[in-house]
């Protein structure tokens, strides 16, 4: 079954603990995203990578780092992970040919910093 | 990307025709519609994507107008599980940037 997979679902830290989520998907797609999710914010972009070691900013990169070593993964790191980074974190990779650029969500990651 | 006007929420009785509006005025002429919708927290889920003609799929129906500027998505028997917020984006099909830019979207309901 194609699908994106997030590790853990959901997380409870406190400030300043170094965290990862990860992302895995089966589906050999180039293009992988992360996005956070807050009330009346609707989802924004942190992170995206093109391909295997090519990633860049999105809209909200600060506190995050990305890694892309291989195809399949794309962790997301919280160096010193704050308050203000409790939200809900989805990765998505994206399927493209022809007019097709239709972006595969995983189930979500609840995070709260303490 | 043009921006998207939607209505905030909308009802629909279960086993209905679920039509929702979205107007996209300043879209150019490689813009794609897509209509996206997420169920409670869940991850976003792909519906249906168009550029001029109307689409279908097994999901849903996307009925474009002549001139591009607005469309309907078609849920043609809503069920429960379509309570959902549907959110329609319009973006360059495979150009450009991947990023997707939800709005508020349109919170359907569908009660029994």
């Known amino acids: 079954e194609a699908q994106v997979t997030q590790n853990p679902r959901y997380l409870i830290t406190v400030t300043g603990k170094k965290l990862t989520v990860t992302c895995s998907q089966n589906?050999?797609?180039?293009?992988m995203s992360w996005y956070r999710q807050d009330p009346g914010l609707g989802l924004r972009q942190i992170y995206y990578s093109m391909n295997v070691e090519v990633t860049d900013k999105g809209d909200v990169p600060e506190g995050y780092k990305v890694s892309r070593k291989e195809k399949r993964n794309f962790p997301l790191i919280l160096e010193s992970p704050s308050p203000n980074q409790t939200s809900l974190y989805f990765c998505?990779?994206?399927?493209?040919?022809?007019?097709?650029?239709?972006?595969?969500f995983g189930p979500g990651t609840r995070l709260t910093v303490l | 990307d043009a921006k998207t006007t939607q209505p905030t929420s909308m009802d629909c009785a279960e086993g209905r025709a679920a039509n929702l509006p979205c107007n996209h005025s300043t879209i150019s002429g490689n813009e794609y519609v897509y209509w996206y919708r997420q169920i409670h927290s869940q991850g976003p889920q792909y519906i249906i994507h168009g550029l001029k003609n109307n689409e279908t799929n097994e999901m849903a129906s996307l009925i474009i107008t002549e001139d591009r500027k607005s469309s309907t998505l078609i849920l043609p028997h809503a069920t429960l599980r379509d309570t959902a917020v549907y959110y329609c984006i319009v973006r360059v099909g495979i150009q450009g940037a991947q990023k997707l830019v939800f709005g508020q979207g349109t919170r359907l309901t569908i009660n029994p």
């Open positions: 998505a990779s994206v399927a493209r040919g022809g007019s097709r650029n239709t972006q595969y």
């Open positions: 589906m050999n797609h180039e293009y």
